[in-house]
């Protein structure tokens, strides 16, 4: 995102005039991708993207191969063939004459946030917003999704520390440098505290961390009240992420105008 700043003078009466700054944000906004979750579908994401549309953001959603209409394919897909869907839909985006590319925000929800995390290193993403995501063991990357967790060890895997440097997705999330949100559900029964500390222990170069608990959630936030309070969050988030980062722009557009007069200004 960016703002023009521009000097001018309104005339108020002939032959006189005041003068004035006007500040201009550019014309492309920013972006927002959201990933819902294995079995999941983008109806899911409609109501949260039309909220953050609202703030001024070019909010897009869609459904992953072997969802949906894709359905069929469920129990042949794999990580890497959803990992290429959200690169599609992400360049999709991001490729909108109206997008600004250097904006974009990606929100995903369990394995959409586990494929999101990957999609930061290999993708610019300004904005990374994870509800309760999920964690996989690195080998078997082309073996279809749905046999994952015919692994007994998986679910060993997500009760135990995980070093970055051991799992793709976290080592993607030591690398980012951006802002992140991560969503925790109280009462989560897939996805243990252990995974979410994990991904929190991961984001040590970004370049803030909000964490937040949704007291007396599931996984899969079933009750209206968990799904209120996460939509809560992650609008605040967004709205602080978005309008703070357009102010910021905007006041140091100010700050460089002001360094500017002062050396132009005769000793």
Sequence with gaps: MDVELD????????????????????RELPGALFVHGWGGSQGQDLSRAREVAGLGC?????????????????????????????????????GRPHVDAAAIA??????????????????????????????YLDRDWELPKKRLHDD??????????????????????ARFGGDVLLVEAEHDRIIP??????YAGAFGKARSMTRRLIR??????????????????????????VVGSRGAIAADKVRADKQERRVRAPA
């Design 216 to 241: 007396d959630a599931d996984h899969g936030f079933s009750e209206k009240a968990a799904q209120r309070g996460y939509t809560d969050v992650l609008m605040a988030w967004m709205t602080e992420m």
């Design 152 to 173: 007994p060890e998986l679910a060993r895997y997500r009760r135990q520390p995980v070093a970055p440097q051991d799992n793709r997705a976290l080592r993607a999330c």
């Design 193 to 198: 505290r252990q995974v979410i500390d994990n």
């Design 106 to 135: 990606v929100v995903g929800v369990s394995y959409g946030g586990y494929l999101a995390a990957i999609l930061s290193e290999l993708r610019p993403v300004q904005w990374l917003a994870l509800r309760t995501p999920a964690l």
């Design 58 to 94: 070019v909010c897009l959603t869609f459904d992953l191969r072997g969802h949906r209409a894709n359905a069929a394919r469920k129990d042949v897909i794999t990580r890497g063939q959803n990992l290429q869907d959200l690169c599609a839909a992400y360049d999709w985006l991001a």
């Design 7 to 26: 000097r001018l003078d309104i005339e108020v009466a002939q032959g006189d005039a005041v003068q004035a700054t006007v500040l201009v944000p550019q």
